[in-house]
């Protein structure tokens, strides 16, 4: 249908291109986006006014149009990485990145981000330096190890390791070690990708020392540990442990390795959590090379660590798939910043987020919860909110069958299903990750980070107004 002449008349009155792109409030977002994006989401809202002219005879003006500018804008703007709130009460969720890194982290993340830094330079002497010297003598510190290195993740320091000790040679592991991480990680695989073969010996419940002993031949290139960090066999069991295993490597002259998953690196039963195997404990043991996450127990950046033997280290370092797993500025800064915070245990558990937050006392939580639930009961008073005991997990193949006593808020929505309020968390700003218990929402106030209660309870009432 051809335009009337009214209509043509009001299309000749919408601002053009060169009208919006003069405007104070357009010029102000090319300060912040590319001019293509700015001119594209220009063009998209005046066709709408366009459209809207002829279809409906209903016109726009100059400050309409920019409001649409705007939000098509946001929208092509928005980043696919956003923030998350973790209300699961999952402290290490692979899924949201793991451990939140600590205030000192973040700082030196930001400061060698921002600019140069000394990354493989040697200030002192202006002449090249190596990227690991930044931690390496730290992490030796730390666990007693003679030398360190560090790697993208766990993965990486396992397949290093086996691929320089025994490309092409046997590695004895225990059927009842044969792990399989979540995200498609199986040790088998791995032994297979780095070279080396797999010597299974003894049962899925039983390994003894004499299974080892009856494995080692001419072919072999080392023993092995894997902690079974996310999987417990119980019942009627038996494992080697790490002293009799270096026993047995010093006898026969084979290098002991101790994968030990996540690596904490002081006694966590001093802050409830025992259980995990120390580093220091393991190097004390004489296991030639130890490996951990740095983004598991450790609560740091993505990485993998491997300590222990001088001799083994360099011969790692030497190996030329170490330059295939380097780890880059952002990730050796806030590794060397979590592992500072490690020098007094009192003051990693005070600092390191994911610490703190499994270290919570039942009081503390209790009264968090009590809080949050007070402050959404004066924000939507005819809302169902409760406050409720439940259990929180470490994660991160952490402390498998481990249950953390906790406390959450609860919340059954009116007149919306579980589901639906679950992904509209999801899926809004702040994204709000719940889940949900007998027909009613869970948010634990263990991992709700202090900083995000109120961006939480403002979201949830946003949430309910929009309804
Ligand atoms: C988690 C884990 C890995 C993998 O570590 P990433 O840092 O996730 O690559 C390997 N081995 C064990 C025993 C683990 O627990």
């Not at 700082?107 to 000394?118: D, I, K, L, P, Q």
């Not at 948010?443 to 949830?460: C, G, H, K």
Request: glycine fraction near 8%.
């Amino acid at each position: 249908m051809e335009p009337t002449q009214q209509q043509r008349e009001q299309l000749r009155q919408l601002p053009s291109m060169t009208n919006l792109l003069d405007d104070a409030i357009v010029k102000s977002w090319l300060d912040e986006h590319p001019r293509s994006l700015v001119v594209g989401a220009l063009d998209r809202a005046i066709g709408t006014a366009r459209r809207s002219v002829i279809d409906s005879g209903k016109s726009a003006d100059l400050a309409a149009i920019i409001d649409d500018a705007r939000t098509i804008l946001q929208l092509r703007a928005a980043t696919s990485m956003r923030k998350v709130i973790n209300a699961t009460g999952v402290v290490l969720h692979t899924g949201l990145g793991r451990a939140p890194l600590s205030d000192a982290a973040i700082r030196a993340v930001t400061e060698c981000a921002s600019g140069y830094c000394n990354l493989e330079f040697d200030l002192d002497s202006g002449a090249r330096g190596r990227r690991v010297d930044h931690v390496a003598d730290l992490l030796a510190e730390l666990t007693g190890a003679e030398a360190a290195t560090v790697v993208n993740n766990n993965a990486a320091a396992t397949l290093m390791i086996l691929n320089t000790a025994a490309a092409g040679r046997g590695v004895i592991v225990s059927r009842g070690e044969l792990v399989e991480i979540g995200g498609s990680y199986r040790l088998p695989d791995m032994m297979r990708a780095s070279g080396a073969q797999l010597c299974e010996v003894g049962t899925t419940n039983r390994t003894r020392i004499a299974d080892y002993e009856k494995a080692i031949d001419e072919n072999t290139a080392a023993l092995m540990r894997v902690h079974t960090s996310n999987y417990r066999v119980v019942g009627f069991t038996q494992a080697v442990g790490i002293e009799e295993l270096v026993e047995l490597g010093r006898k026969h002259n084979l290098p002991v390795i101790d994968d030990l998953g996540s690596g904490a690196l002081f006694d966590l039963s001093s802050i409830g959590m025992g259980e995990e195997p120390s580093v220091r404990a393991s190097i004390d043991a004489g296991a030639d090379l130890v490996c951990f996450s740095g983004d598991k127990i450790l609560g740091g950046p993505q990485a993998g660590i491997i300590v222990g033997r001088k001799e083994w280290i360099d011969r790692i370092e030497c190996n030329p798939l170490m330059r295939t797993y380097r780890v880059g500025k952002m990730t050796l800064a806030a590794l060397e910043a979590t592992l500072q915070s490690y020098r007094d245990a009192s003051h990693a558990t005070a600092t390191i987020p994911s610490l703190a937050m499994m270290s919570a006392s039942l009081d503390s939580l209790k009264t968090k919860a009590e809080t949050l639930h007070q402050l959404l009961v004066e924000k939507l008073p005819s809302e169902d909110f409760q406050v409720a005991k439940a259990t929180s997990a470490v994660g991160g193949g952490s402390y498998p069958g481990r249950e953390l006593e906790t406390y959450c808020v609860t919340w059954q929505p009116k007149n919306i299903t579980i589901d639906e309020t679950l992904k509209q968390l999801r899926t809004g700003t702040p994204a709000i990750v719940a889940r949900a218990q007998r027909e009613r929402i869970l948010f634990d106030v263990r991992t709700i980070i202090d900083a995000d209660q109120i961006p939480l309870i403002d979201r949830i009432a946003e949430l309910r107004t929009d309804l």
